[in-house]
């Protein structure tokens, strides 16, 4: 989770106030959900009329192929 927030730090850009026209700073960030895919909510304020903005983080999916996959036992029975 940490190595997924720090990815979506680097690549943040502030939005800007629609009514000051001034960037705004960032206040913090959340997970908004982890599964199926992972979103984090990165909120911010303006400094000057303490608008709230949101800019949110989407990842991709990974697909992780299963260590083993199941399947049922094969049993000959002789008669």
């Known amino acids: 989770m940490v190595d997924r927030l ?3 730090a680097e690549h943040l850009e502030a939005p800007t106030c629609p009514d000051c026209h001034i ?3 960032w206040y913090r960030s959340e997970l908004l959900a982890d599964e199926p ?3 984090i909510a990165h909120l911010f304020v303006c ?3 303490k608008r709230a903005g949101q800019a949110d983080t989407i990842f991709k999916g990974t697909s992780v192929p299963p260590d083993k996959l199941s ?3 094969c049993v000959a029975y002789a008669a």
Do not use: G, L, Q, T
């Open 37 to 39: 895919v992972p979103i």
């Open 23 to 25: 960037e705004m700073r």
């Open 6 to 8: 720090r990815s979506a």
């Open 71 to 73: 399947a049922p036992r």
């Open 47 to 49: 400094p000057h009329c």
